[in-house]
């Protein structure tokens, strides 16, 4: 079964500090995605990958920094969490260059007081 | 710049009825549209997606339909159910190779039995 998890599931962080989402993926797939969703905005691309090693800019980096050290795994990093990060961060999984199925993992709710 | 557009913001509509959900673009270079819908506290699944060889496609009671000229897509909800009330997004992929996708704000649908 396809499965994209996401850790942790809720996270309360404070204005300044460092904030790292995890998602791990057992389809085997290339291509890996960073959303935030907020109301009004749908979902936005924050980084991307094509595979282990590789990290891409998506459509609103400013703030965060992404690693993928393997296939299964890519991280978003927030070095310095602002209150404007307060959101739904999703991870998905993908392949065939970005031209199939996304996968969505959970969901990360995240509060930066 | 919002390159992916969707029209209404929110659609109630009884049940039995069609429901119609729009969607544009501006890019001409995405060649691959997918609809994920999305149920409250869940996360985003693919329902159905169309490639622009053809100008229809067909899945139980969801029907997309496509106009390359006008680069307009709509989703069609025939006899529509209580269990469709969601959050549907459009979203659009380009054949230039960046393996990501554009999605809309989305259009969330009630259904009223």
């Known amino acids: 079964e396809a499965a994209v998890t996401q850790s942790p599931r809720n996270k309360v962080a404070v204005t300044g500090g460092k904030v790292t989402l995890s998602c791990n993926q057992t389809?085997?797939?290339?291509?890996m995605y960073w959303y935030r969703q907020d109301t009004g905005h749908g979902l936005r691309l924050i980084h991307y990958?094509?595979?282990?090693?590789?990290?891409e800019k998506g459509d609103i980096p400013d703030g965060y920094k992404a690693s993928r050290p393997s296939q299964e795994n890519f991280s978003l990093i927030l070095e310095l969490a602002t209150p404007s990060q307060t959101s739904v961060y999703f991870c998905?999984?993908?392949?065939?260059?970005?031209?199939?199925?996304?996968?969505f993992g959970p969901g990360t709710r995240l509060l930066v007081l | 710049q919002q390159q992916v557009r969707q029209s209404p913001q929110s659609l109630t509509v009884w049940e039995g009825e069609t429901a119609i959900l729009n969607c544009s673009y501006e890019d001409s270079t995405f060649d691959y549209f997918p609809w994920y819908w999305q149920f409250p506290r869940e996360s985003p699944a693919l329902l159905i997606a169309?490639?622009?060889?053809?100008n229809k496609k067909e899945d139980g009671r969801f029907t997309i339909f496509f106009n390359k000229r006008e680069k307009k897509l709509s989703l069609h909800i025939t006899d529509s159910q209580p269990g469709d009330s969601a959050t549907y997004f459009c979203?659009?992929?380009?054949?230039?190779?960046?393996?990501?996708?554009?999605f809309g704000a989305g259009t969330r649908l009630k259904v009223i039995a």
């Open positions: 998905a999984s993908g392949d065939n260059g970005g031209q199939d199925t996304q996968y």
């Open positions: 389809n085997n797939h290339n291509n």
């Open positions: 990958s094509y595979g282990a090693g590789s990290t």
């Open positions: 169309i490639r622009p060889v053809s």
């Open positions: 979203a659009a992929s380009s054949n230039t190779g960046n393996y990501k996708y554009v």
